[in-house]
């Protein structure tokens, strides 16, 4: 082969600097129309233009500009991205930073770290920005798992009955259970629709809302037809997710894992789904672009399924017995583990959530019982299980009769299940014994329910509840702290109250705190002074969610207020329909000293003592005594610390006795008088813990308190 090797004599340097400049400048131009035409993909996306047939908004791309999909996604993502990232859309518009480098950037940025990339942007190449937002993305890791937590624990769906007898739904769902209902509504409209639009041609359709409607109406009776079966996994729906193989196989390896139309999943969920689904293995090269598509296969095959489900007949996870199930590899197939029924589990979607995406792992062990160990920060066992686990205690845990049918089925099994929290994610380690599991539903599986989970007193880890008769008393279990509302508690009240919501047998609830000193002092304030904007935003909503818990019971509920009652503390009392009062009680909101917005306060203060008196306990932050609080109205009765109880059990017993449709009726329409203004309450508040959050005044608040308790 010939090379040309040009003289140095012969080279006009001066010619070359010139065209270099001159391909800069031209890249510099692109760059400024990339920028451009990402703002027209937000325009567009914001304003539903893709929405006409197209599945999604990189779909309509892709057929539009001719993207690969998978270049349409990123376009997709980085378009969204910049609507939130002004700095990186001006250095991108002005031809500071390349694409390239923007497309990396956003995967990271946020409004807080937005300056200090686009510094990282300017100094280094696309290489190093690359590579440092691997590492970012690592350390990012953990702030993921714990928003995938935090919508896991968001979930809720709430159903209203207007005065006409129409019924109104609201709800949030996790991105994953979003598009599972998205696909399900979008196969249910075309088999209502089509069969509509064959029959009458000429006639106007439904608006989409109304589609939408009877679709779900359509999904209800189909459900119920089958007996709320919903068939095989890999089966029943199909929703896309997009997920490269290396996070497949390391949840901590750089990659994507989104949902089709963009939806950011953690990689857990991903490898979650991928245990059993249907998978095509697609190829992209460099710039995204599909090169080669494979075959499309079940992760477990038809055959296999049915053996697995003859065998196990419900979910595997040590005290569960869920009859219906989901196929869990041991060893994932993306780490080569076999897909066999050696290698095969069934777990509910509980707890094959708790497996992948909560730090326990399932082990078969021949012969033997199964132990669960955990994270402290993750376990639920009872106290006294704990103990009696520390010291090898071989005492027999009462067993319901369900129970008990479980283990005999099981126990000619030549296997049992090990739910095990790996060791990267252990700090200190518990173990509780469940080879007598507890008498009551699983504490982890907190949607089933049972006529007998409240016969006894009880401890969790945050709350212990006991139930006598038709009356259910919870008590918030922080004495130490004056029961600071952690996350923790929040979730185990949140649980006990949805539980009492579906147990018809529970007549009245009676909720006080633990000691003689505090009903609740309000946030735990070590779990909030370093929260920012949006996560102050995520901590309102978690607090609507338990505040709904309580509003939504249709059975009186009695707060005894013993001590302190301020803040979230005092709003959890003001939320009960009736509150008794020891002499030593005190109700106060006192936020505004920490810089933190009295929101919900007040909104509770108003419909409680008036917008005066309630404004001016928000503004002070002054608190009222018992006398006090009883001449204002915040409760009805002052009793000697010894028979606030006693006063509260025999009031909550009086009126479990009078007609419960009566009860329900006087409780619904209360809480309709106030719906609309709580909605509304809880938006602005959102909006108000951001703007406090993240200019500080809240974590320097915070701060000041906290120094002043050391």
Known sequence: ?????????????????????????????????????????????????????????????????????????????????????????????????????????????????????????????????????????????????????????????????????????????????????????????????????????????????????DALTLLAEAALHNDIDPGSPGERYQVIVHVDASVLVDAEQPGQSVLEGGARVPAGTSQRLACDATRVLMLHDAEGRVIEVGARTRTIPPAIRRALQHRDQGCRFPGCGARLGQGHHIEHWAHGGPTTLSNLTLLCRRHHRAVHEEGYQIERQARRRAPVQAPERRCRSSGSELAQSARGSRGRHPASKRTERTRARRANDDTNLAGRAPRRRLRDRRLASVAEPQAEASVLESARPSGHWLEEARMDTSIVWERSGNVVAITLNRPRILNALSKALKRELADALARIKHDESIRAVVITGAGDQAFSAGQDLTEAKDMSGPEAEEWVREFEMLYDQVRMLDVPVIAAVNGWAMGAGCQLALLADIRISSENARYGMPEIRDGIPAVFGLELLWNTIGMSRGLYLVLSGDSLDARQAQEAGLTIKVVPRGDLMAEAMTLARTMAGFAPIAMKQNKQYARRRTESDFRACARFCESAHHASFAAGDARRGMEAFLSKKR
């Open 1 to 213: 082969m010939e090379t040309f090797t040009p003289d140095s004599t012969d080279v006009d340097f001066a010619a070359l600097d010139r065209l270099g400049d001159e391909i800069a400048e031209l890249s510099a131009h692109l760059e400024a129309a990339t920028a451009r035409l990402l703002e027209l993909i937000r325009e567009f996306d914001s304003r539903g233009g893709w929405n006409n047939g197209f599945r999604s908004r990189a779909a309509w791309l892709s057929w539009r500009v001719g993207y690969a999909p998978g270049a349409a996604r990123e376009h997709v993502r980085v378009a969204r991205a910049l609507g939130r990232l002004p700095l990186l859309s001006q250095a991108l518009a002005r031809g500071e930073l390349s694409y390239a480098k923007v497309r990396e950037l956003t995967r990271v940025a946020t409004s807080e770290t937005e300056e200090s990339l686009l510094a990282v942007g300017r100094a280094g190449t696309a290489e190093h920005v690359e590579r440092i937002v691997r590492g970012w993305r690592r350390m990012d890791d953990k702030a993921e798992n714990q928003a995938a937590d935090r919508q896991h624990f968001a979930r809720a769906l709430h159903v209203y009955q207007d005065e006409d007898g129409t019924v109104r739904i609201r709800g949030r769902l996790t991105p994953e259970a979003g598009a599972v209902l998205l696909k399900a509504l979008e196969a249910a409209r075309e088999s209502l629709y089509q069969r509509r639009r064959d029959e009458a041609i000429d006639a106007d359709p439904p608006t989409m809302e109304q589609q939408q409607a």
